[in-house]
């Protein structure tokens, strides 16, 4: 074998060596950074209306659930339920009475 053979042998193997030297050492650095997901956007309201004759509509920050009638001229608030009770053996509602009038804002 000639020398020239020989060392360009040498040098190749040296740079193979370097070069998956400096992958494995920088490389994996940057292959493990995972990218900031932000959490999904949830409605503040969802609404669900079964065979018109009520509307259920859920408060998704408070976890309420208000049924309301729905009439021919209007939608009349009757129940609300606290969803914090799920789990329990009973959920108790409030049944609201349609001739006071209601501030559900809270």
């Known amino acids: 074998m000639n020398g020239f053979a020989w060392t360009a042998k040498r040098y190749f193997i040296a740079g193979c060596a370097t070069s998956f030297a400096l992958v494995a050492a920088f490389g994996a650095g940057r292959a493990s950074v995972k990218p900031v997901v932000s959490p999904p956007v949830v ?3 969802t609404i669900q209306c079964a065979a018109g004759a009520a509307s259920f ?3 998704n920050q408070t976890n309420t659930l208000y049924v309301y009638e729905n009439q021919a001229d209007a939608s009349v608030l009757r129940t609300i ?3 914090n009770e799920v789990g329990k053996p009973r ?11 209601q501030d559900h804002s809270r």
């Open 43 to 45: 409605p503040r309201y």
């Open 81 to 83: 339920v606290d969803l």
């Open 91 to 101: 959920l108790t509602s409030k049944v609201v009475d349609p001739r006071t009038p």
């Open 57 to 59: 509509i859920t408060d």
